[in-house]
């Protein structure tokens, strides 16, 4: 008898583990790596941003000219290629590869980041 009542409690229990849309907790690694995705998607985006950014600045004030702006038409489709090759990705339940795709620009991005903040932290001498 209590070895049933332990069973129907660990069945309950199961059943308050599941998360939205029906999905158990065996399905939770392939969350995980569904929710890993949208952060270095989110640092692309905003490295992406941040050279758009600089880009229209550029236009604006004449510094992006004929010379280089082959240069940043290049930079801007690469990381426009990789942001919507990632949800390509992602759309064709390749979420690994997507990962991979985004995690290649966003770890760069981070430490130079890093690198930064610290040149702005450090004493000068």
């Known amino acids: 008898m209590k070895v049933t009542r332990v069973l129907r409690e660990i069945a ?35 490295v992406a941003l941040i050279f758009l950014y600089f880009f229209v600045v550029g236009l604006a004030d004449g510094s992006v000219d004929s010379f280089n702006i082959i240069l940043w038409l290049m930079i801007l489709l690469v990381l426009t290629g990789v942001l919507s090759g990632s949800f390509a990705l992602r759309a064709s339940a390749r979420t690994g590869l997507a990962t991979a795709l985004v995690t290649v620009v966003a770890v760069p991005s981070v430490l130079i980041g890093l690198f930064f903040v610290a040149l702005l932290f450090a004493p000068a001498h």
């Open 12 to 46: 309950a229990l199961g059943d308050a583990c599941s998360l939205h849309d029906g999905e158990s907790v065996a399905d939770q690694p392939n969350k995980r790596w569904f929710e890993f995705f949208w952060i270095p998607w989110g640092i692309d985006a905003i």
